[in-house]
């Protein structure tokens, strides 16, 4: 048991034994396992305590060494070892202080140890030489809206062809798939061509069987030159139909049309929209983020649209006053949106802090962005101090990029000659929904990264009680007439795992200390209701509440309607509407409520009217989900199913790659379909932290909330040696991530990210079906193989930069921050170009 757990720490106990010499090895060890068990903890100290111990073994690598073994005296002791053995001793003894047994087995595993490169041999021959695609530290690169529609259906047909080459030479070849305007071909590596070549082909393998009447070949503009083996290298090819030949245009068509079923459709397209619309549905849902849309009027920027999930949808509630109207007009105001947009990078990004005020019954809101208080250093701590305190405060990160309505449409990415039945499918945004985005001009997400660590210092700022009038500067005023925004919720698949009636009826809340309160219904389900108070209670996500239903007992006597327990789910800002699920539905003595309702669903459903989910203004949530997906600026991650425990399986990649991209990048040595997560997390945090924290999980609770410090050194060419990560919980002390961040800072980069994961739910294949069904319709063994793949998804994370926020916490040294930033814009930089 024990061996099994060391076996399964590997990596983390190589990561120690590095360390082990450490005059603060004790720090290092508490940070670096911090988030393992008390049991697993010990089991690793007593491991680094064995490897610790002095030992005079005597070492002998004659015949077991591919180098030239000769004698070694250490200590008075006589050993025989290689340049290379020699090289690991001295290193080793320096590292840990002597010969300890660390040193011992770091000689007897060298990189020429012939019993070293024997296994690593027979790991190869069972596996085969690893390709990126068979290594377990790459994954699937996702590219969210990377799909497009088909002019027409391509079919797999490979056929001899000749082509004439643009410096005058003809070679065979063949082809790999073929349709009306275009082409793959198999071409042997040494015939190069470039992109934008003009070539003539000629159809051997069909002029053979039939009479095309083409004496000069078709004509093809190359688009693209894929590097496939040493024997072969994809070209692809579109028509340039300078021949207007229209009985080949159709006896192509026809013999396409009619062979499709005998030689196979080419999926592939089809199948990598489904596998990216599936990862973005399962991403949109969860996102911790408000994406604000700006339009332009009359040569004003105005936040006029937002769209929110349920993860989201406090922050645009957080936003709105006591008449319930957004002020983030005021807030994202002219000076501020201009500030940002002068910024240089693709992706314009500050923090933003803001508190509230409550005067005669009104809200007003305080605000000020990082650079902001920058430009004012005598009242950056009157603003941190003062407005931290409040339960109000929280810090945002801004990220600002252009959108426009081009993006509001994705076609369906099935071929247009499917005809009629597609047009049906196909359809733009309707005119209303085209006028409503029309003037937008910039996308703003806006994400919550308030960390209680960092608040709890911001409150510890001192300042001066006569200073408090100064703070009138950051507030904001309320405008008569304030400009509308339409908050949108984003529709997808509708997880209720039962369907909600309106029906209103008498409900008496039984609260602590005996108090009764009157209510209402608005409306139920099996497992849930929603309820109307007639008066604001001070309840929270959580609460356990007691509640009895006279009018509905009148109707039965086999079951007693008395003080029903029920769980807050949520709760409105007027704190008079809330939602209560059956509290621990597997208890006998708590499930009357179940029992009672299903059979009356059962009894009525003729009389019962469902609630109407229909979205205000059809289309319009379709139409900015596109334009989000079209401008992902974050890092989305997954974690799929292995066995009891989870890995990541996939990484979003959108139009703007993060930091995080870049530095993964670093290390990923393949085509752009997989990226490098090697070292991405700490060892063992997603096994013995973050898997047990999900099973707890359900689908409608709040993110998982971690601070990620990743130490990354760009001059070393592995991501073993480049990359170091540590991660803590949302509410834990920052304070023990200090050395590891204070390293970084002296001559490596330091990055820290905001990691949120949520749960997923299933996988919305309605969104996906006319896809689906076009593959089920030629390949459903492929159509299923893509089904278990999406139900695979376990977990959906987010990852958002907040590396000057949570380093600025730790009040390092001005020269040395400054030194590490610069590095890191010149890495950084470097790397874009």
């Known amino acids: 048991m024990a061996e ?74 006589q050993h025989f070892m290689d340049d290379v053995a020699i090289a690991v001793f001295e290193e080793e003894v320096a590292r840990h202080g002597g010969y300890t047994l660390a040193v011992y087995e770091a000689v007897m595993h060298t990189e020429n140890n012939y019993r070293v490169m024997q296994r690593e041999a027979q790991l190869r021959e069972l596996s085969g030489e690893q390709t990126p695609e068979q290594n377990p530290h790459y994954v699937k690169a996702v590219r969210f809206a990377s799909y497009e529609s088909r002019i027409e259906e391509r079919m797999n047909y490979s056929i001899k062809i000749s082509v004439d080459l643009p410096k005058g030479r003809t070679v065979s070849a063949t082809t790999s798939d073929i349709s009306l305007s275009g082409a793959k071909i198999k071409l042997a590596p040494k015939h190069h061509v470039n992109k934008g070549d003009l070539l ?27 590097t496939v083996s040493r024997e072969y290298n994809h070209v692809r090819l579109k028509r340039t139909f300078i021949e207007k030949n229209q009985s080949f245009d159709d006896f192509l068509n026809s013999f396409i049309h009619g062979n499709k079923r005998r030689y196979k459709i080419n999926l592939d397209n089809t199948m990598d929209a489904i596998v990216c619309k599936s990862y973005e549905q399962y991403y949109l849902p969860r996102v911790a983020s408000l994406f604000t849309f700006i339009s332009k009027k009359d040569n004003f920027l105005i936040p006029n649209i937002a769209l929110y999930n349920e993860n989201s949808a406090f922050i645009h509630r957080y936003f709105c006053d006591e008449r319930k109207v957004s002020c983030l007009y005021s807030i994202l105001n002219q000076r501020r949106l201009k500030a940002l947009m002068d910024k240089h990078s693709s992706v314009k990004e500050t923090i933003l802090y803001t508190f509230t005020h409550s005067v005669g019954g009104k809200l007003y809101y305080y605000s000020a962005t990082e650079a902001e208080l920058l430009q004012m250093p005598k009242l950056r701590s009157l603003f941190f101090g003062f407005g931290s305190k409040k339960d109000s405060w929280m810090s945002f990160k801004l990220q600002l990029m252009p959108s426009t309505r081009e993006d509001a449409f994705i076609p369906l990415s099935l071929p247009e000659s499917l005809g009629k039945s597609l047009e049906k499918l196909n359809k733009p945004p309707t005119p209303r929904v085209q006028g409503l985005i029309h003037d937008v001009q910039f996308l703003l997400v806006i994400t919550e990264i308030s ?65 009764s309160v009157n209510a209402y219904s608005r409306d139920f389900s099996v497992m849930g209701m929603q309820i109307e108070a007639e008066r604001p209670l001070e309840l929270k996500k959580g609460d356990i509440v007691y509640i009895s239903l006279p009018e509905l007992q009148k109707i039965t006597k086999q079951h007693n309607l008395s003080h029903l327990c029920y769980e807050v789910m949520a709760v409105s800002k007027s704190q008079t509407t809330i939602n209560l699920r059956v509290s621990n539905p597997t208890d006998s003595s708590k499930g009357v409520a179940i029992q009672f309702f299903t059979q009356l669903i059962e009894n009525n459903k003729s009389k019962l009217q469902a609630c109407d989910e229909s979205p205000k203004i059809p289309g319009l ?198 030194g590490m930033h610069a590095r890191k814009l010149a890495w950084l930089e470097g790397h874009l170009r």
Not at 15 to 26: M, S, Y
Not at 753 to 768: C, F, N, Q
């Open 451 to 515: 960390t209680p660590a960092i608040t709890a210092k911001y409150q510890q700022q001192s300042y001066s009680q006569e200073q408090l009038n100064q703070l009138k500067q950051f507030g904001h005023g309320k405008a008569a007439n304030p400009p509308y925004l339409e908050a949108v919720a984003l529709e997808y698949v509708n997880l209720r795992a039962h369907r909600r009636y309106l029906y209103k009826t008498a409900v008496e809340l039984h609260l602590e200390g005996h108090v």
């Open 200 to 226: 003539s082909i000629r159809l051997v393998g069909l002029e053979q069987e039939f009479e095309l009447g083409l004496k000069s070949g078709i004509q093809y503009e190359v688009v693209a030159v894929e």
């Open 621 to 818: 949530s379709t139409a900015l989900r596109n334009m989000v997906t079209k401008s992902v600026c974050q890092f989305p991650l997954y974690f799929h199913k292995a066995g009891q425990n989870l890995k990541i399986g996939a990484v979003g990649v959108g139009l703007y790659k993060t930091s995080l991209h870049r530095i993964l990048g670093h290390f990923t040595q393949s085509s752009g379909d997989l990226i490098s997560i090697e070292q991405l997390l700490p060892t063992g945090f997603i096994d013995s932290a973050l898997t047990e924290a999900l099973r707890a999980h359900t689908r409608q609770d709040k993110p998982l909330q971690y601070t990620l410090f990743i130490k990354f050194d760009p001059s070393k060419t592995s991501a073993q040696e480049a990359l170091k990560s540590q991660c803590v919980a949302l509410d834990e002390p920052l304070e023990p991530l200090y050395l590891f961040a204070k390293k970084a800072l002296k001559g490596e980069l330091l990055f820290v990210y905001r990691l949120y994961v949520s749960k997923t739910g299933r996988p919305d294949i309605d969104y996906l079906a006319n896809e689906m069904r076009y593959v089920s319709h030629y390949a459903i063994h492929k159509a299923k193989e893509l089904e278990e793949t999406l139900w695979a998804v376990a977990g959906v994370g987010d990852v958002i930069d907040i590396s000057e926020e949570v380093i600025g916490y730790f009040d390092f040294e001005t020269s040395l921050v400054e």
């Open 4 to 77: 099994d757990k060391l076996l399964r720490y590997q990596d983390l106990i190589n990561e120690l034994k590095l360390q082990l010499g450490d005059q603060n090895f004790e720090k290092i060890f508490r940070q670096t396992t911090s988030h393992l068990s008390k049991p697993d903890q010990f089991l690793l100290k007593m491991e680094m305590s064995r490897l610790s111990q002095p030992v005079s073994r005597f070492i002998d690598l004659r015949g077991q060494v591919a180098g030239e073994v000769r004698p070694y005296e250490y200590e008075g002791k």
